[in-house]
């Protein structure tokens, strides 16, 4: 297959549009969809400091990359959850990629530098590690955005951003419905703006970059994501947009465009259920 834009070998093809993209053009149009995404949300301001919080897996080693390339000021900070070989590796991995890349990578380790173990905590509470893990990630990651002043970058893709709507919308959590955004908003001097730039690329896309280029990055999952209700959700959107090209940008794109809409009509709901 060749490249719609060059005719040089394509790595890539969009069934919806029928073009397929060699290495250089999907760049080229991952670096447009970033960019897209931080104007639409207004994530960043020109010169702003970004912390991108890189797990070694592949969407936050190219959220990295990519901003990069965009010529933002960027900084890595990993996380060691202390995770047995699955923490060495991601470590490791995060290491070797800001090397390459000729940037600095901060690496706090949640048993060294907090004296936590994620494991351990999670069945003295009776609560899941992801729980734990997640409340101690935020806490963490929050601390060295605001200690650094950046604005936190998080790798989120429309894969994840698609599958925590559906989850919330699962459970009918409104809260999280009504507070959901790309860009979240620093209302403290503790807490620092928090933003989500790959919003519009999807986990495809994500992989076959980071192949294509030979972005090394962490391929066994954590051993405890599959026990996380949100993977059997984006397992579930996975098959759907496999059948059906687009369905999860649309969803996503819908959401936050229909939003203020939606918001109004949810505020109408209680006086119709309960009269
Ligand atoms: S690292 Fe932590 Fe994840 Fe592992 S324990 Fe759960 S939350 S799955 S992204
Ligand atoms: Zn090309």
């Known amino acids: 297959m060749k490249c ?18 060699c290495t250089e053009h999907l760049q080229e149009y991952l670096l447009r969809k970033v960019t897209r995404a931080i104007r639409r949300f207004k994530m960043l301001e020109r010169g702003e400091k970004v912390l991108v919080a890189v797990s070694g897996g592949k969407d936050s080693l190219l959220l990295w990359y990519l901003l990069k390339e965009l010529g933002h000021t960027v900084e890595g900070v990993h996380i060691n959850l ?52 997640g409340t101690v990630k935020r806490y963490v990651l929050n601390k060295a955005a605001v200690e650094s002043g950046s604005v936190l970058a998080t790798g989120h893709n429309l894969d994840d951003e698609a599958a925590t709507l559906m989850g919330n919308i699962l459970s009918w959590n409104l809260e999280q419905l009504r507070r959901a955004s790309p860009a979240l908003p620093s209302n403290h001097p503790k807490l620092a703006r928090r933003i989500k730039p790959l919003i519009y690329i999807t986990e495809k896309e994500s992989a076959t970059f980071c192949l294509a280029r030979g972005i090394e990055y ?53 006086s119709l259920l309960f009269p």
């Open 4 to 21: 719609s834009r060059c005719g040089s070998d394509a790595v890539i093809f969009y069934p919806q549009s029928r073009q397929a993209l």
């Open 82 to 133: 202390g995770l047995g070989d699955y923490s060495k590796l991601s470590e490791e991995v995060s290491r070797r990629f800001a090397e390459r890349i000729g940037c600095r990578l901060q690496v706090i380790g949640v048993e060294e530098d907090y004296g936590i173990n994620i494991v351990g905590t999670s069945r003295r509470l009776h609560r899941p590690p992801c729980s734990v893990c």
């Open 218 to 270: 962490v391929l066994p999952e954590c051993p405890y994501s599959l026990a996380a209700r949100l993977a059997v959700v984006k397992d579930a959107l996975a098959r759907v947009e496999d059948k059906s090209p687009g369905t999860l940008l649309n969803f996503v794109d819908s959401f936050y465009r229909k939003r203020p809409e939606f918001l109004r009509s949810i505020s109408f709901w209680p």
